[in-house]
């Protein structure tokens, strides 16, 4: 097998990488919805989400008042105000946008300093504010907080290890470019301290080698037994591609155009067991701002009589991607390739895992699923992105199927 050729960088240039590629990973996350994984009740004390433009990626502490229907809570703010700003402002706001008030630091920072580019909150403006270590001056941690573009420095005081409430649990997210243990750089490694305490550390696009066995004689990058160290970068590529889909799945649509009655467009689902699929449907009107109602082509009411209508979001909407039967026909499917596959009426969203005869088998990272294809139901995967289709980068022809 021939070496893995490495790219060598400067520090400048290696920061400003290290910068781009965190800060899409906390876009991705900030744009996300929290997942909906236990049932609060009136008087616990939760963190909300804002899902407002200019607010993304911030969180603000409240108390439930009531539930107020399905997947919604009435909320009243610790620190928010109303307008007048004679009482605590009261808001109702979706389940997925709520999640418990992350567990006290105060052990956990004792005992690990900031790092450069470990994803932080910072305390500001009333509520906690996503973002990640871009320097240090003196005492002060310089904070660069992509979903905004502001890079501030802040006392240690202000400042936690960002958290995120995933399967029912509070995990730590801290860069991989913040933490120099081995250990921490294999993709989704954890981390115990202590029986209840679990970090977790990701990693977007590691330039790391690969050491399969830490315990072995053989200098790391090299094996007996090579196919080891093939399946083990293959697991991790799979791993990577998982988390990327994810981020894409769960992150809105940019808004980059203004749709018209009668205009052909697909709406990507919100719905919890239906995120990273697309359904086709037409604009009936534009209901208020960022919001429109769509006539769906393949979906019907309860009783089948007509097709559905609903009122979605500007955000889950985008144009049609463009006609790929000329791209298909010069393009076979490879292996770890992002492709769209059109099932149970919409189209959804995973990577090729494998091929067996004439099918494909598609991995979805949302569900877990892996199923075969015949190669006319899929698509290769495109993103709606600064006004135009983009192809998402696919993988070498070292993982041809054909």
């Known amino acids: 097998m021939a070496p893995i050729r490495v790219t060598e960088y400067n520090f400048e240039q290696r920061h400003q990488l290290r910068m781009v590629m965190i800060s899409k990973a906390i876009k991705s996350i900030a744009f996300k919805k929290q997942q909906i994984t236990k049932e609060f009740k009136k008087g616990d004390e939760v963190e909300v989400a804002s899902q407002e433009y200019g607010f993304i990626g911030s969180y603000y502490k409240a108390t439930i008042v009531s539930s107020t229907g399905l997947y919604h809570y009435r909320v009243n703010y610790n620190t928010l105000?109303?307008?007048?700003?004679s009482a605590p402002l009261e808001e109702?706001?979706?389940?997925?946008?709520?999640r418990p008030v992350p567990p006290d630091q105060h052990e956990i920072i004792s005992e690990n300093y900031f790092r450069l580019y470990d994803m932080v909150d910072v305390y500001a403006n009333d509520g906690w504010w996503f973002g990640f270590i871009s320097g240090k001056v003196g005492q002060e941690y310089y904070v660069y907080f992509p979903t905004t573009g502001d890079n501030i420095a802040y006392p240690s005081d202000v400042l936690r290890f960002h958290q995120e409430w995933s399967n029912a649990m509070q995990l730590i997210n801290r860069s991989l470019y913040g933490n120099s243990s081995l250990a921490a750089k294999l993709i989704g490694t954890s981390i115990l301290k202590g029986p209840n305490h679990r970090v977790i550390v990701f990693a977007e696009h590691p330039d790391i080698s690969v050491n399969h066995d830490e315990r072995s004689s053989t200098p790391a990058g090299r094996s007996n037994k090579p196919?080891?160290?093939?399946?083990?970068?293959?697991?991790i590529?799979?791993?990577?591609?998982?988390?990327a889909i994810k981020s894409i799945a769960f992150k809105k649509q940019q808004i980059t155009r203004e749709f018209r009655k009668g205009d052909e467009v697909e709406v990507a689902s919100q719905e919890y067991g239906f995120i990273g699929s697309y359904y086709k449907a037409t604009i009936v009107s534009s209901t208020g701002l960022y919001h429109y109602r769509v006539n769906y082509n393949t979906l019907l009411t309860d009783d089948e009589s007509a097709p559905l209508e609903d009122v979605v979001t500007a955000a889950e909407v985008r144009p049609v991607p463009p006609d790929q039967r000329e791209i298909m026909a010069e393009n076979n499917f490879r292996l770890y390739d992002m492709v769209d596959v059109f099932a149970n009426d919409g189209w959804w969203f995973g990577f090729i895992s494998g091929k067996v005869g004439q099918e494909y088998y598609v991995y979805f990272p949302t569900t877990g699923d892996n199923i075969a294809y015949p190669s006319q139901v899929l698509r290769f995967h495109q993103e709606w992105s600064n006004g135009k289709w983009i192809f998402l980068p696919r993988q070498g022809r070292i993982f041809d199927l054909h």
């Open 237 to 243: 590529i799979q791993a990577i591609i998982s988390k």
């Open 92 to 98: 109702v706001v979706t389940a997925a946008e709520v």
């Open 81 to 85: 105000l109303t307008d007048d700003k």
């Open 227 to 235: 196919w080891m160290a093939v399946i083990h970068a293959l697991k």
